[in-house]
């Protein structure tokens, strides 16, 4: 093994193949006046050192790859978790963009572990809000629509609804050459009602009446409280015999259906004016304007009764 090895190492140096190692250092040898007889070689055996080497590199490379491979999946099994979350933040936070809360209360987490559950679980608690503050301002706008266009005693449309919505009706009644009828009807004296059993009786009489209004007219009919006793019921595809049947049916009505307060029992009864569209007539101001005359025809024929507009009337509406 030694002749295997060179000689001519000049100083030091390792040989050998694989993990079978020899380490070869030299040392000259010289006389006294200096000159070089020979050299000495120490050989030694490092087959172990390189073998446990090997063995340590083998080892750190297993325990490095292994590191690597679980915080490959550690990271991977973090980011897809913070992915989820950071997900689901987005489609709570897409539900308060459309102002979509319902069931959005199950989605608060109930231990909080980290910064993003304290951001869910706020973002939820404010959508609770939001939500409740909208819930409530629908409420309140739907009350401001029924004071702009419902009348808060009867509960019918008031005369704004009735003229948004009329005069749409009376534009395809010109075009098409549809019925199209009216009723004004008026309470017969209620002005002696209120001052002689109070304006509690004529509130009470007023919604009476409104009650059985609503029970006769159809739907489609736009029945509206005008003011004080006055009503208007417009009726589409009405003509004049039906809407002088649908009058006779409410007077008669009426008079059958006394108000009882307390051990009194107030008898009332209306007076009803009809008109009817004619060919030519521009808006439906014209039909009021008509059915006030035929009003005015019925009080003065006697009350509780029906009349209906003759078109070569001139006598001005009183009411």
Not at 265 to 279: A, D, E, L, N, W
């Amino acid at each position: 093994a030694v002749l295997n090895i060179p000689f001519d190492t000049k100083g030091y140096a390792v040989y050998g193949k694989l993990w079978k190692k020899n380490l070869v250092v030299e040392f000259p040898l010289s006389d006294r006046k200096g000159f070089i007889v020979g050299k000495v070689l120490f050989i030694k055996d490092v087959s172990q050192i390189y073998i446990n080497f090997y063995v340590l590199m083998g080892i750190l490379s297993v325990y490095s790859f292994a590191l690597s491979l679980l915080s490959s999946l550690l990271l991977y099994v973090f980011s897809e978790n913070l992915v989820d979350r950071i997900i689901k933040l987005q489609e709570l936070s897409n539900r308060i963009k459309e102002s979509n809360f319902s069931g959005i209360e199950f989605l608060k987490i109930e231990k909080p572990k980290d910064e993003l559950d304290h951001l869910r679980n706020n973002l939820v608690d404010t959508a609770l809000t939001i939500g409740k503050l909208l819930s409530e301002l629908e409420e309140k706008n739907r009350e401001l629509q029924e004071l702009a266009y419902y009348d808060p005693l009867t509960g019918l449309p008031n005369r704004r609804f009735f003229f948004e919505h009329a005069s749409l009706i009376f534009e395809e009644v010109k075009r098409y050459e549809k019925s199209l009828s009216l009723l004004v009807i008026d309470i017969d004296h209620f002005k002696e009602i209120n001052e002689t059993h109070g304006h509690d009786v004529g509130n009470l009489v007023l919604k009476t009446f409104a009650g059985l209004l609503r029970g006769i007219v159809r739907q489609s009919d736009i029945c509206t409280r005008f003011g004080g006793e006055k009503f208007v019921v417009l009726l589409p595809n009405t003509d004049l015999e039906g809407a002088k049947v649908l009058a006779e049916r409410i007077r008669a009505t009426v008079a059958k259906n006394p108000v009882e307060h307390g051990s009194t029992i107030i008898v009332f009864t209306v007076s009803i004016g009809i008109s009817q569209y004619r060919k030519g007539m521009q808006s439906v101001d014209e039909l009021i304007k008509e059915a006030d005359i035929a009003l005015y025809r019925a009080k003065e024929g006697g009350r509780n009764r029906v009349e209906v507009f003759i078109p070569d009337e001139t006598a001005e509406a009183q009411t």
